[in-house]
């Protein structure tokens, strides 16, 4: 079969990448022919990219796009649109595959490419990474202009989800919204991001790029730094604490880094930011930690997200003020942590203390997150279902 995956922002494609369409092509790579279409430009960095040093099983295919400094910016909307363009003039160019597995988002190529599976009766398979616009009214929330702004972007939205021939998506609650509107597809599939537990487990073994003291405990957040993760409100919690032990760990990089820095500064927390790390170091730095919090802000549109399945793969503890009722469920299902109250440091701050003067706790809550992760979160086992998508939807659509 003959199979081309779109994904505007995909990863490096290194050894250590764990970007979902990247596993998801090596896996189909074996029996088919595979190519991946992706950006020039690498959402990640904010810089266009190099290409892989690693010749893979699979072509990689990619696609100019001007780019943008900022995640939240008029430049962003117009280089993604100048990337869907020119997605539907490269896909014009090559054979007519089988089918196409599209994620979403952006919204103008995956809209392009639903019009060109439509006239060219190409089988057209979706994955929902996140929902636009719905995310965009964390950043502009205004009554009634907030919606004639975003209008353009639900109705491409909707119209994509409406010519789906299959659904996947990254948890229940986008796949639903997808549904909402598409009324003809009887297949579908939520099959969470998740990660490759063998080989999580192998970059655990590795040595930490930190070292713990004796009697520290590390307290680590994981992901992006920007306007849905509410860092403010852990370093808040921490002030409450006051425990000298206590070191908060912060992974990732984001438009924020430097306001989090400096808060944490100003109320004179110890914490330790290291900036973006490469998967396997990410993993043997979580892997000695001691609790992993998961602050999301009021009305933040997401789900479940990359850092649940690292978070649980850990086996650790989770502290969460996500108010998604899809992962507060997971959490309260498997007792695998708490959920606290959303923006109240207070509440975060308690939970906190249990877990750091309960250790069995503690310990028996990272068991319980290990089962779910080996139970929701292990690609090896759940990616099966995308792979069996993919090739029975000429069939099964």
Same mark, same amino acid.
């Given at each position: 079969?003959?199979?081309?995956?779109?994904? =505007?922002?995909?990863?490096?494609?290194?050894?250590?990448?764990?970007? *979902?369409?990247?596993?998801?092509?090596?896996?189909?790579?074996?029996?088919?022919?595979?190519?991946?279409?992706?950006?020039?430009? !690498?959402?990640?960095?904010?810089?266009?990219?190099?290409k892989p040093a690693t010749v893979w099983s699979f072509k990689i295919t990619f696609i100019e796009e001007p780019g943008y400094l900022k995640n939240?910016?008029?430049? @962003?909307?117009?280089?993604?649109?100048?990337? +869907?363009?020119?997605?539907?003039?490269?896909?014009?160019?090559?054979?007519?595959?089988?089918?196409?597995? %599209?994620?979403?988002?952006?919204?103008?190529?995956?809209?392009?490419?639903?019009?060109?599976? !439509?006239?060219? /009766?190409?089988?057209?398979?979706?994955?929902?990474?996140?929902?636009?616009? =719905?995310?965009?009214?964390?950043?502009?929330?205004?009554?009634?202009?907030?919606?004639?702004? &975003?209008?353009?972007?639900?109705?491409?939205?909707?119209?994509?989800?409406?010519?789906?021939?299959?659904? %996947?998506?990254? #948890?229940?609650?986008?796949c639903q919204r997808a549904m909402k509107v598409n009324k003809k597809c009887k297949t579908t599939a939520t099959v969470f991001l998740g990660t =490759?537990?063998?080989? &999580? /487990?192998?970059?655990?073994? $590795?040595?930490?790029?930190?070292?713990?003291?004796?009697? =520290?405990?590390?307290?680590?957040?994981?992901?992006?730094?920007? #306007?849905?993760?509410?860092?403010?409100?852990?370093?808040?919690?921490?002030?409450?604490?006051?425990?000298?032990?206590? @070191?908060?760990?912060?992974?990732? /990089?984001?438009?924020?880094?430097?306001?989090?820095?400096?808060?944490?500064?100003?109320?004179?927390?110890?914490?330790?930011?290291?900036? *973006?790390?490469?998967?396997?170091?990410?993993?043997?730095?979580?892997?000695?930690?001691?609790?992993?919090?998961?602050?999301?802000?009021?009305?933040?549109?997401?789900?479940?997200?990359?850092?649940?399945?690292?978070?649980?793969? #850990?086996?650790?503890?989770?502290?969460?003020?996500?108010?998604?009722?899809?992962?507060?469920?997971?959490? $309260?299902?498997?007792?695998? +942590?708490?959920?606290? *109250?959303?923006?109240?440091?207070?509440?975060?701050? /308690?939970?906190?203390?249990?877990?750091?003067?309960?250790?069995?706790?503690?310990?028996?809550? +990272?068991?319980?997150?290990?089962?779910?992760?080996?139970?929701?979160?292990?690609?090896?086992?759940?990616?099966?279902?995308?792979?069996?998508?993919?090739?029975? #939807?000429?069939?099964?659509?």
């Amino acid at each position: 079969m003959d199979i081309v995956i779109i994904s =505007e922002f995909c990863e490096d494609f290194s050894k250590s990448d764990n970007d *979902r369409f990247f596993y998801l092509a090596k896996m189909l790579a074996d029996d088919n022919n595979v190519e991946i279409i992706t950006s020039s430009f !690498r959402h990640t960095t904010k810089r266009q990219r190099n290409k892989p040093a690693t010749v893979w099983s699979f072509k990689i295919t990619f696609i100019e796009e001007p780019g943008y400094l900022k995640n939240v910016c008029l430049k @962003r909307f117009y280089s993604h649109y100048i990337w +869907g363009r020119n997605v539907e003039k490269y896909i014009h160019t090559r054979k007519k595959p089988d089918v196409i597995y %599209c994620a979403l988002p952006s919204l103008t190529g995956p809209y392009l490419i639903a019009k060109y599976c !439509r006239k060219n /009766d190409v089988r057209f398979v979706i994955d929902v990474q996140d929902l636009w616009p =719905e995310a965009f009214y964390m950043i502009i929330n205004i009554p009634v202009l907030s919606n004639i702004i &975003f209008a353009p972007f639900t109705i491409y939205a909707n119209c994509i989800y409406k010519k789906a021939d299959a659904i %996947c998506a990254v #948890s229940a609650t986008y796949c639903q919204r997808a549904m909402k509107v598409n009324k003809k597809c009887k297949t579908t599939a939520t099959v969470f991001l998740g990660t =490759e537990l063998e080989v &999580f /487990d192998l970059y655990a073994s $590795e040595d930490s790029v930190l070292v713990k003291e004796k009697n =520290e405990i590390f307290l680590v957040y994981c992901g992006t730094l920007g #306007s849905s993760y509410d860092i403010t409100c852990v370093i808040d919690a921490l002030t409450f604490i006051r425990n000298e032990k206590i @070191r908060f760990i912060v992974i990732g /990089d984001g438009p924020k880094l430097a306001e989090f820095k400096a808060y944490a500064k100003r109320k004179k927390i110890k914490a330790t930011f290291t900036g *973006r790390l490469p998967y396997n170091q990410m993993c043997s730095l979580l892997k000695i930690c001691d609790i992993t919090v998961n602050p999301i802000t009021h009305m933040a549109a997401q789900s479940i997200i990359n850092k649940h399945a690292d978070y649980a793969a #850990s086996g650790l503890p989770v502290i969460s003020t996500q108010e998604s009722t899809e992962y507060r469920k997971l959490i $309260e299902n498997y007792q695998m +942590g708490f959920n606290c *109250r959303n923006n109240n440091a207070q509440d975060l701050a /308690d939970k906190i203390k249990i877990l750091i003067e309960d250790k069995n706790k503690a310990m028996e809550m +990272g068991k319980n997150a290990r089962k779910c992760a080996e139970e929701n979160f292990n690609r090896s086992i759940t990616y099966q279902k995308l792979k069996k998508i993919i090739l029975d #939807s000429m069939e099964n659509t």
